[in-house]
């Protein structure tokens, strides 16, 4: 399906609503665009491994907010369409690759999935470094990636997907819900029956409930007549290790060594068999607030009961009911992300009915939850603290209550530590207090488990290397190695000693001033206790204007070197590159162009290989700016994506389009989402946050440090650039790779699919590199037509330097024009000998030249065999002949009499690419031979300029050597001669006889190599073959020799191609006068058509059908049909004469309605309902075909839409009541 959407999100030439029409019609009988899916049904497919990755956090977490920001992206797309919820799968493999897969679920009940994999040289596996790629998308259950992604990932962000997937499932959401609606009755029945079960259901469910706190106590009172060991302990918590925080594991596993082992090593016994043993993924679903709350975890003043854990592993995405502090609400959970953020499993829990929990905590006045001593925030207060004291070896002593310590209720006790001992208070929501004040060392309020430990970590004693690092004076941190100051510097950060931390970056990084200034902001800190609103701003502000300082050398860009990770790319050829990242300011970037495609004088442009002022260039650039995809410009192993790449001195290597886009989205205020992105990931790419928070405007770049050909590396980094090049600039691009020792491949017969020219072939794919040129080969290891294409693109580029031939190459199909190229080719290598000996003759000429120069004499040539292949090629196209053609155009001065001379002798020689050869190579090398002598003149003397006709001269002399004196000289047309009165046509055609050669060897006849005569007649070009009179022979398939007088000239029609590739047969009547023309659809013996013959001069159908089987032998069986047509009809259907004529003819020979006929029938079965089959998948492709035959008929127009109105409404009645 070829398609293509605009930046509206709409589908081009084509309507949505037709677009799912098409993706239904594909969809046949399965169903698949109206049955949802969800990660069960993904996981549980065939061939479906799963894996755990411990190292996947890191790319989860990224992943997990691209597709946060896709949901955001979804939720704008289109209006009464949302998304409700989103699940990402755990990893998994499929046929080897290493896949993640989200699924979107909307509000009508339809789902989005996305597949990621990772496409890097492991995809069997994934690691914290690997970039997620989405390569599969889905709408329900249908695979939809071919339409709302046809760009095959190519320059394509997420967020462009999600918004014309978003529009197709809008389109489909009225009959999603008609082919659902069945399943929405039966749930309804259900839930009436559900109704008139009432109470019995109620009381059938508490008795449930009833039973799973019996077995749940009976489980606890045997684990009390059973004391279990420590080993049995261990074993259980193990078991439940998904399920806690790292803190709270290592604590409860700490306190089965201690005093109380026995209580922890029951409970994490009773933990595993309550997590075995509980609901999983949508066991409970329709119950609500009744179903049963498995666990309580608990955060600040949070909290979350679980009533469903993860079919698929247990903690990724279970469900139930979540309370942050402002009233909760039943969703998905992630337990890991719980667990993560040291969020405590309540150790005291009973499972219960959701209900009971929500209401008591609901109804529990706030002013007195204090007054029990066992209430639940207050525990879960004292548990936070017991966790985290346990990460330190710390004891805690016994916890006494104090309701009269202002701001409320609070339990106090002594804490020891490291030797220190500190009295701590905790209140409800977790505030805890360290001796007396509710503050941590950097003045915020320790509301976690988090501030907690820093607060701790802040208060323990130093060990001796610590201190002395910490304290160390300006001078010895200065000494210190690059390694360890940043070591020192992340233990501090680690253990949350700003203050500290922004001191030793003053020693070590700035100036006077800013270490005294840090000095007396550690000095406040330690007098105060803790920091202050304004010392905590002042401390921030002297940190960025250190690090801004440290970033200055960007302004010395000769030696700029990478600050962040190293990042090793590859270009398409596979030629490896070491970079490495760093963030600049977007000013700072040496572009080649700004985004209206103005040239930047600063940039050399040797490196550009393409046209950045096109208008093409600048509309992406404009578009990508308003759409910036910031995941898109990040790390990536390809030079052609990712962070641009910029040399030492911030030039822009690879990614000009890309530098362009991020500087113009900065300017317009559409970088925002791109700023905060490379703040998050900045630690990611081994950079400072602070620092890019810092910036007026932060670009992440890689930074090249390998030493390369920097225009060579340009060109092979935009080879698959976001960009596509254009044919003109590929081409340039592929003129550098035709060096000397290439051209010299290249074989004299100038045909690129020769044998001979195997090797040439060979040589250009392998400049290519491995991984382009892949696409350029067949299974059988043949080039394609695009590979002959793009060589061919690049030969006229590096020899004749102009556009025109890239049109010129575009009719390769017609005899004529192959052998026009053949012959450039064979003149090529000596035409780029010639330019570089013509262009240093120039240099060594440049003192005398004045500001009116002529053009070179290369120039010269090639510009008139250019012009002169040009107006042969308008000619044909136009169904006149050359020397019409070239008079009326040389009576204005509009064709130059070389390009004139030249037209003629390529009109009268283009059947033959050798002679075309010689000429065009012999002008090439006179050229050489005179730039050449002329460089050794000019060192003597005077250089004498040389003419066009000289040029042309040199031509003819070595025409002369090879044929014979006068035989195919390039003759000079006096345009400006009396005109000649019109020949008769009967002595026009007997001139044309007497001109051909009649008794060619059978090698000429093969080739068409030997002297033909011809002929304008009927307003055509025609050329004789077997003149009137004379014997026609040949050889049949199995080799039988046949021969036949001519009662008729025979020939072909010049300019023409028919359906064997060859040009379209002619024979000529006696009435040279007739206006009328009769082609003959020829047969082979199985009755299907061969080729056509247009009979002219024949005054009605039967003389043209005598006068065809005249000239064959008795009996000759290859007669089809005959259609009458003016000369107008018949110049009119030429160009189309590799088709069949009979489409409209009435019936065949047989009397079998014809195939125009057959269609109206088939159309009309289809209207009435009359086919075997209307739901046959097959019947969308039989009118799809009827559809294509007929495009420009417009009497079949109004029965294809009735048609396919007809197939439409009949498969929607059919599928309405699928279930």
Do not use: C
């Not at 030997?1010 to 009179?1029: M, R």
Request: net charge negative.
């Amino acid at each position: 399906m070829n398609l293509a959407w605009n930046e509206q999100g709409s589908p081009i030439g084509v309507s949505i609503d037709q677009l799912l029409y098409r993706i239904r019609s594909d969809d046949g009988r399965e169903g698949l665009i109206f049955d949802s899916v969800t990660l069960n049904d993904i996981l549980s497919e065939d061939g479906v491994e799963q894996f755990v990755f411990d190292a996947m956090v890191t790319p989860f977490s990224r992943l997990r907010r691209k597709m946060e920001q896709m949901l955001k992206v979804m939720n704008r797309a289109v209006e009464g369409l949302d998304v409700t919820a989103m699940q990402v799968s755990d990893p998994f493999r499929r046929n080897g690759v290493a896949q993640v897969a989200a699924v979107f679920e909307l509000s009508d009940g339809q789902t989005v999935t996305v597949y990621f994999h990772n496409p890097d040289s492991t995809p069997n596996k994934l690691t914290p470094t690997d970039e997620m790629v989405s390569w599969k998308w889905m709408l329900n259950k249908k695979d939809i990636t071919i339409v709302v992604a046809p760009e095959k990932g190519r320059d394509l962000a997420v967020r462009e997907v999600s918004r014309r997937i978003m529009r197709l499932a809008e389109r489909n959401s009225q009959a999603f819900a008609r082919q659902n609606a069945r399943r929405a009755e039966r749930l309804e029945r259900i839930q009436g029956l559900k109704d008139e079960i009432g109470e019995l259901e109620q009381t059938l469910e508490q008795k449930q409930r009833d039973l799973e706190l019996a077995r749940v106590e009976a489980e606890s009172r045997a684990l009390a007549q059973k004391e279990l060991s420590a080993e049995e302990g261990m074993t259980a918590l193990n078991g439940i290790k998904r399920f806690l925080s790292r803190a709270q594991y290592r604590t409860i596993a700490a306190a089965m060594k201690g005093e109380e082992k026995q209580f922890f090593i029951d409970k994490a016994r009773l933990l595993a068999d309550i997590i075995n043993g509980m609901a999983e993924t949508y066991e409970q679903d329709g119950k609500g607030m009744d179903a049963t709350a498995y666990l309580h975890y608990f955060k600040g003043g949070a909290d979350w009961y679980i009533t469903e854990k993860d079919s698929q592993g247990g903690t990724q995405q279970a469900f139930g009911w979540a309370n942050l502090g402002h009233g909760g609400e039943l969703g998905y959970i992630s337990i890991d992300e719980l667990t993560q953020n040291n969020a405590e499993l309540d150790l005291h829990f009973d499972p219960q009915p959701l209900n009971g929990v929500v209401e008591d905590q609901e109804s529990e006045p706030a002013a007195d939850s204090g007054n029990s001593a066992d209430n639940a925030p207050m525990n879960a207060a004292i548990a936070m603290v017991e966790t985290v004291i346990g990460e330190f070896d710390g004891s805690l002593s016994g916890w006494e209550r104090d309701e009269s310590f202002s701001g409320g209720a609070w339990s106090f006790t002594n804490l020891t530590f490291g030797g220190v001992t500190v009295r701590a208070g905790v209140s409800y929501g977790g505030v805890v207090s360290l001796d007396g004040k509710p503050h941590d060392p950097e003045g915020r309020v320790i509301d976690s488990a988090d501030s907690l430990r820093a607060a701790i970590v802040a208060m323990l004693p130093k060990d001796e290397e610590q201190q002395q690092t910490w304290n160390a004076s300006t001078e010895s941190v200065r000494e210190l190695d690059d390694e360890q100051f940043a070591a020192a510097l992340a233990e501090l950060e680690a253990d949350n000693l700003r203050s500290e931390a922004v001191l030793l970056l003053a020693r070590r990084k700035g100036t006077d001033e800013q270490i005294a200034e840090a000095e007396q902001i550690l000095q406040e800190y330690n007098d105060a206790g803790h920091a202050s609103a304004e010392l905590i701003a002042r401390r921030d502000a002297l940190r960025n204007a250190i690090e801004q300082g440290v970033s200055e050398p960007e302004s010395a860009s000769e030696d700029l070197q990478p600050e962040g990770a190293e990042s090793v790319v590859k270009t398409a050829k596979g030629s490896e590159v070491i970079t490495g990242f760093s963030v600049v300011e977007a000013a700072a970037l040496i572009a080649s162009h700004d985004a209206d495609g103005n040239p930047n004088p600063a940039y050399p442009q040797e490196l550009q290989p393409r046209d950045r002022s096109r208008t093409s260039s600048v509309a992406w650039v404009k578009k990508t700016a308003n759409q910036l995809d910031p995941d898109s410009l990040g790390k990536t192993r390809r030079a052609d994506s990712g962070a641009p790449i910029v040399g030492p001195d911030l030039v822009v290597e690879s990614g000009n389009g890309r530098t362009m886009a991020i500087q113009e989205a900065y300017r317009t205020g559409k970088a925002e989402e791109y700023r905060q992105w490379l703040q998050e990931e900045a630690e990611f790419y081994g950079l400072n946050a602070g620092k890019v928070a810092a910036m007026k405007a932060p670009v992440l770049v890689r930074i090249r440090t390998s030493a390369i050909d920097r225009r060579q590396f340009a060109i092979e980094a935009n080879q698959d650039d976001k960009l596509a090049m254009t044919g003109t600039e590929k081409a340039k691009a592929d003129a550098d790779r035709l060096d000397s020792n290439l051209m010299a491949r290249l074989s004299d017969d100038g045909n690129l699919l020769s044998a001979a020219n195997r090797d040439f072939v060979a040589g250009f794919l392998a400049s290519l590199g491995e991984s382009e040129s892949a696409q350029y080969v067949t299974t059988n290891g043949q080039p394609t037509g695009a590979l002959i294409a793009r060589i061919q693109a690049a030969i006229f580029a590096k020899a004749y330097s102009d556009d025109r031939l890239l049109e010129l190459s575009a009719d390769a199909s017609k005899p004529e024009v192959a052998n026009i190229i053949e012959a450039l080719n064979v003149a090529a290598p000596e035409f780029i000998l010639a330019r570089s000996a013509d262009e240093a003759g120039a240099e060594a000429l440049s003192g005398r030249l004045v500001d009116s120069v002529e053009a070179s004499m290369n120039e010269q040539a090639v510009e008139a065999i250019i012009q002169a292949a040009n107006l042969v090629r308008k000619a044909k196209s136009e169904g006149a002949s050359v020397e019409e053609t070239v008079n009326q155009l040389g009576l204005f001065g509009d064709v130059p009499p070389a390009t004139a001379a030249m037209a003629l002798f390529i009109n009268r020689n283009n059947r033959s690419a050798k002679r075309l050869g010689v000429a065009f190579k012999a002008m090439a090398e006179f050229v050489r031979q005179e730039a050449e002598r002329g460089q050794t003149v000019d060192m003597f003397g005077d250089a004498t300029e040389v003419t066009l006709q000289e040029i042309i001269d040199a031509a003819n002399r070595k025409l002369e050597q090879e044929y014979g004196e006068g035989a195919f000289a390039i003759e000079s047309l006096d345009l400006f001669a009396q005109s000649q009165p019109e020949s008769d046509p009967e002595q026009a055609l007997q001139k044309a006889r007497e001109q051909t050669d009649t008794d060619p060897t059978d090698r000429q006849k093969e080739n068409g190599d030997y002297q033909k005569g011809e002929l304008s007649a009927f307003s055509l070009e025609l050329v004789i073959e077997n003149p009137k009179g004379h014997v026609r022979s040949g050889k049949s398939e199995n080799g039988d020799e046949w021969s036949v007088s001519m009662a008729h000239d025979y020939g072909y029609i010049k300019g023409t191609k028919g359906l064997d590739g060859d040009e379209v047969d002619a024979f000529i009547g006696p009435n040279l006068e007739s206006e009328k023309a009769f082609v003959i659809e020829q047969v082979d013996p199985s009755g299907k058509l061969d080729e056509h013959k247009v009979m002219l001069g024949f005054d009605d159908e039967e003389s043209a059908k005598q006068g065809y089987l005249s000239s064959y032998k008795a009996g000759w069986d290859g007669l089809g049909s005959i259609r009458e047509m003016s000369l107008e009809e018949l110049k009119a259907w030429l160009p189309n004469a590799d088709q069949s004529t009979n489409d409209e003819s009435s019936v065949n020979q047989e009397g079998e309605p014809s195939p125009a006929e057959a269609d109206t029938a088939f159309l009309q079965s289809v209207i009435d309902g009359a086919v075997p089959d209307m739901l046959a998948p097959e019947l969308g492709d039989e009118i799809a075909a009827v559809l294509e035959r007929h495009a420009d008929n417009p009497d079949m127009e109004a029965l294809l839409e009735q048609a396919v109105m007809a197939y439409q409404t009949a498969m929607l009645n059919a599928t309405a009541n699928i279930e």
